[in-house]
């Protein structure tokens, strides 16, 4: 995972591990991305799978890299994963 990259405009085209995010300018050095204890990650999995489309047209970017495993997350599964992780 540690091998993930991102390149976008504020890279100048240069490809940026994504941990080093903080590295680009100062507006991500303002930025401090932790996951949640406790966080339900196949709500986010879905979550991507699902808008990755509508994302991308929003943010005028390139379609999200969703691994397939993703796409196979249903609303369900997720929303009973988030019931579970949060006791709810």
């Not at 991308?56 to 691994?67: G, R």
């Not at 997720?78 to 992780?85: F, G, I, R, Y």
């Amino acid at each position: 995972m540690s091998n993930y990259r991102f390149i976008n405009e504020d890279t100048n085209s240069t490809s940026i591990n994504f941990r080093d995010y903080r590295t680009v300018n100062e507006h991500y050095a303002s930025w401090k991305i932790e996951p949640l204890a406790g966080e339900s990650e196949m709500f986010w999995k879905w979550f991507m799978a699902k808008y990755n489309t509508q994302l991308a047209n929003y943010y005028d970017c390139k379609l999200a890299d969703i691994p397939d495993g993703w796409k196979d997350i249903t609303m369900k599964e997720a929303t009973e994963d988030m019931k579970k992780v949060y006791d709810i």
